[in-house]
């Protein structure tokens, strides 16, 4: 760890209890890691605005029947290709399958790959999480 700086912070003090109730729920023993975490997921939002290398994980749930859907979602991989460390597919049931997607490179890359999957017919959800190479991040 770096150099510790210790600071105020002032909140009204319903805030500070949401905040209390909120980090006790995910497992924080302390403000300082929960705001910690806090700075970090925004400097991770800020990384992908400033169109950084980027990773990121595109979440595809869909009915594998939909007619043409698997072969438009795979030529959608393949023209983003340079972006794309791995797949995996996942049969959920009869209808449904999973598919993970993990990326690295351009935010507007990954960022452009998700929003063409989930327009596509068929997809029942399509989630994309950001992350940050951890370059800029400490």
Same mark, same amino acid.
């Given at each position: 760890?770096?150099?510790?700086?210790?600071?105020?912070?002032?909140?009204?003090?319903?805030?500070?209890?949401?905040?209390?109730?909120?980090?006790?729920?995910?497992? *924080?023993? @302390?403000?300082? /890691?929960?705001?910690?975490?806090?700075?970090? %997921?925004?400097? +991770?939002? #800020?990384?992908? &605005?400033?169109?950084?290398?980027?990773?990121?994980?595109?979440?595809?749930?869909?009915?594998?029947?939909?007619?043409?859907?698997?072969?438009?979602?795979?030529?959608?991989?393949?023209?983003?290709?340079?972006?794309?460390?791995?797949?995996?597919?996942?049969?959920?049931? *009869?209808? @449904?399958?999973? /598919?993970?997607?993990?990326?690295?490179?351009? %935010?507007?890359? +990954?960022? #452009?790959?998700? &929003?063409?999957?989930?327009?596509?017919?068929?997809?029942?959800?399509?989630?994309?999480?950001?992350?940050?190479?951890?370059?800029?991040?400490?």
């Amino acid at each position: 760890m770096g150099n510790l700086v210790r600071f105020g912070v002032s909140l009204e003090k319903k805030l500070l209890d949401q905040f209390d109730a909120s980090i006790r729920r995910k497992g *924080y023993t @302390n403000r300082s /890691e929960a705001l910690r975490d806090l700075v970090r %997921a925004d400097l +991770v939002v #800020r990384e992908w &605005d400033k169109g950084e290398d980027v990773v990121g994980v595109i979440m595809l749930v869909f009915d594998h029947h939909h007619r043409e859907l698997q072969n438009k979602i795979t030529d959608l991989q393949h023209r983003h290709l340079s972006a794309i460390i791995s797949t995996q597919h996942v049969h959920l049931d *009869y209808n @449904n399958c999973l /598919e993970v997607i993990i990326l690295k490179g351009k %935010a507007g890359q +990954v960022r #452009r790959l998700a &929003d063409l999957l989930q327009a596509q017919r068929g997809i029942k959800h399509c989630s994309l999480n950001m992350s940050t190479t951890g370059r800029s991040i400490a």
